[in-house]
């Protein structure tokens, strides 16, 4: 059974920094790659960021580039979003999931981890 | 950036009706779309991903279609259990973007 489980959320102040994990267990993790997706209180799901399963290739949606940067360690089943310079407009739910063999499309989501950024 | 657009914003259908929901891309995007569900609370959920294809235990009562712009997910017969909200999400192209969501209530 596949498990993406997140860590690292909370209350951070603005301009303040913070790191996600995502532990993944049931399936080869080194094989696929991952992604973030967040959920804004009441709103829609925005894609954030994807890695490769090699982690040669990531990319980032224009609202968190250049501050926020997603990494791997595939011997830990972990993948991580290290976000730098938050503000209010990244107080989101944060889901971890996993792209299809393809990178296309997510096949399995974590439950996602709370941040709020908030003086 | 390809912007998603899912109309209606929401949708009341009685138990055991037909809905259909509407997705359309500011770009063609091929065959490359997914569907997802989310209830309150829980995880996206895959439906249908290559615009028509079921995914891993998905009840036959969900089909998707379209190709280019324009795309539907049709349930054929409302369960109590697929009164959620509905996403598309476009992976033509990076950046990958979702619509804004079809929240299916009841009616």
């Known amino acids: 059974e596949v498990q993406l489980l997140e860590s690292g959320g909370g209350l951070v102040q603005p301009g303040g920094s913070l790191r996600l994990s995502c532990a993944a267990s049931?399936?080869?993790?080194?094989?696929?790659?991952m992604g973030w997706v967040r959920q804004a209180p009441g709103k829609g799901l925005e894609w954030v960021s994807t890695?490769?399963?090699?982690?040669?290739?990531?990319h980032y949606a224009d609202s968190v580039k250049g501050r926020f940067t997603i990494s791997r360690d595939n011997s830990k089943h972990t993948v991580y979003l290290q976000m730098n310079s938050l503000g209010v407009d990244d107080t989101a739910v944060y889901h971890c999931a996993k792209n299809d063999w393809n990178d296309f499309y997510f096949d399995y989501w974590g439950q996602g981890i709370l941040i709020t950024v908030s003086s | 950036e390809i912007v998603m657009t899912q109309s209606p914003a929401t949708l009341s259908v009685s138990p055991g009706e037909r809905a259909t929901l509407s997705c359309r891309a500011s770009q063609s995007v091929s065959s490359n779309l997914a569907w997802y569900q989310q209830k309150p609370g829980q995880a996206p959920r895959l439906l249908i991903y290559d615009a028509s294809t079921r995914a891993t235990g998905i009840p036959a009562r969900f089909s998707g279609s379209g190709s280019g712009a324009e795309f539907t997910l049709t349930i054929s017969s409302l369960q109590s259990e697929d009164f959620a909200v509905y996403y598309c999400q476009q992976y033509n192209n990076w950046p990958r973007t979702f619509g804004q969501g079809t929240k299916v209530e009841i009616k």
């Open positions: 049931g399936f080869t993790f080194s094989s696929y790659a």
């Open positions: 890695m490769s399963a090699s982690s040669l290739n990531s």
